[in-house]
């Protein structure tokens, strides 16, 4: 069974950081590519960061540019979310998703991916 469990998400105070992972099961991250989304309360969802299927291209919203990176440990089947310097802007659950596909931008901008996880909560909060 395909599946993409997220996890470390948690209350973090402002300026901290955590790192979320996106393990796979039932498949090889190794050839998909794989982006972040988030979505806040009341807002639509917005795509935050993306790896290709061989590592490039990426993608950062200009939201996060800066201060999120993504990468990919394919031993390990799971694709990480570095995020440093969090705002309470950043509070959201972050959702990330996996599709065949050998670029990851059009597929982050469009919001289409064949496999979705259940999301993990981060709020940046004093």
């Known amino acids: 069974q395909v599946q993409l469990v997220e996890s470390g998400g948690g209350l973090v105070q402002p300026g901290g950081s955590l790192r979320l992972s996106c393990a796979a099961s039932?498949?090889?991250?190794?050839?998909?590519?794989i982006g972040w989304f988030r979505q806040a309360p009341g807002k639509e969802r917005e795509g935050v960061s993306c790896?290709?299927?061989?590592?490039?291209?990426?993608y950062y919203a200009d939201s996060v540019k800066g201060r999120f990176t993504i990468s990919r440990d394919n031993a390990k089947n799971t694709v990480f979310l570095q995020m440093n310097s969090l705002k309470p802007e950043d509070t959201a659950v972050y959702y990330c998703?996996?599709?065949?596909?050998?670029?990851?931008?059009?597929?982050?901008?469009?919001?289409?991916?064949?496999?979705w996880g259940q999301g993990t909560r981060v709020t940046v909060s004093s």
């Open positions: 998703a996996a599709d065949l596909v050998p670029s990851c931008i059009t597929a982050t901008l469009k919001g289409m991916y064949d496999f």
């Open positions: 039932g498949f090889s991250l190794d050839h998909y590519s």
């Open positions: 790896i290709s299927s061989y590592d490039s291209p990426t």
